[in-house]
């Protein structure tokens, strides 16, 4: 598995490593470039990728699992890096697929599939406009190569899609924090969170209970992780994902004046006093802008986090300590989300 801040490296850097190569790349906030800045920019690389993995639009099948397109979409599946330098990303399934493709038409007016594969004898999604993206027919066996599942019984369709515009990783530290979420009032923060299906539930609940952006600070795994795309359900693609540092987010703080939360066990802290969550302490805050972070299962909130945050924890009627992080964290944005 790899984390966010390993995932993306700037382009004078070899991205031949297999996903789980333990090379020491540089660390993320130092090597990483904002996805549009001249040193890495997004439509020399996009241009490029489409010069150098392109599918000729003539091309209606593929039957071979050792077609070079289809290397090239293993590795988009693999490897974060060459995600993210590609701009461009694998998500699998029917439903994630109709639900991004809509959503974003709706948006837009514009498809955001690069291509569909489709496996033999399959019928395409009806919501999707088989005229506007490029449709290729392809064998079980090529399924199962890009997808990664040996079962392609319930696979008919996977979609190339851009990563989209909404996702963003800022490294300069004086970055205008004003343009990172465009209505911050609610933001979920999440601190090392490397797990791939805890991230995308947690990517799907805020997505759900409408909060306005997901941030995602050093040690968290990649959003567009095939695994974190399953679990999201094409969530990632309809919520502001932002990655930064602490930096970053105390930007968010003092210019929005925003309360800080961190979801921690009831017991366990002995710097500061834990809180409660409970309906008079949401409709407290109803009005109030807030950021809720919270941390990994193993080695919970960082440091930092547990200074800079009012600790809250879930009462419990059982005996166990802490729950889930996703099973937290839809618990605390469903009780925190604004306009219930």
């Not at 759900?208 to 095939?226: E, I, K, M, Q, Y």
Request: proline letters at 6%; hydrophobic letters at 40%; glycine letters at 6%.
């Amino acid at each position: 598995m790899q984390c966010l801040n390993k995932f993306f490296i700037s382009a004078s850097i070899s991205h031949t490593n297999p996903p789980n190569s333990q090379a020491k790349n540089p660390a993320f906030h130092a090597s990483c470039r904002i996805r549009h800045e001249t040193t890495c920019d997004e439509g020399v690389r996009e241009n490029a990728s489409k010069k150098a993995f392109s599918l000729p639009p003539n091309v209606k099948s593929i039957i071979s699992t050792s077609n070079p397109f289809v290397k090239h979409c293993v590795k988009l599946r693999q490897s974060s890096s060459y995600r993210h330098l590609h701009g461009m990303v694998l998500v699998v399934g029917n439903t994630p697929v109709r639900e991004i493709y809509s959503s974003h038409m709706s948006e837009s007016g514009k498809p955001i599939i690069e291509c569909l594969f489709v496996v033999d004898n399959c019928s395409i999604p009806e919501e999707i406009d088989y005229k506007a993206v490029h449709i290729v027919e392809v064998t079980p066996e090529v399924i199962r190569k890009i997808s990664g599942i040996q079962s392609v019984d319930s696979v008919e369709v996977i979609a190339l899609m851009r990563i989209p515009s909404s996702f963003r990783i800022v490294n300069k530290l004086d970055e205008d924090c004003r343009t990172l979420f465009p209505f911050p009032h609610r933001i979920l923060v999440l601190d090392g969170i490397q797990d791939p299906g805890n991230l995308g539930t947690l990517v799907r609940s805020a997505t759900a209970f409408r909060w306005d952006g997901v941030f995602l600070l050093p040690g968290c795994c990649d959003p567009f992780n095939d695994k974190a795309l399953r679990a999201c359900r094409g969530a990632s693609f309809q919520i502001p994902i932002v990655s930064g540092s602490w930096e970053h987010v105390g930007d968010l703080r003092d210019e929005f004046q925003m309360r800080m939360l961190a979801g921690h066990p009831a017991k366990g802290d002995d710097l500061k006093p834990v809180m409660k969550l409970s309906k008079d302490l949401a409709e407290s805050m109803e009005g109030l802008p807030l950021c809720l972070v919270l941390g990994s299962e193993g080695a919970g909130l960082s440091q930092f986090s547990r200074r800079a945050c009012e600790l809250v924890s879930i009462p419990m009627a059982g005996e166990f300590e802490s729950l889930n992080v996703s099973v937290a964290g839809g618990i605390f944005m469903y009780m925190l989300q604004h306009d219930k």
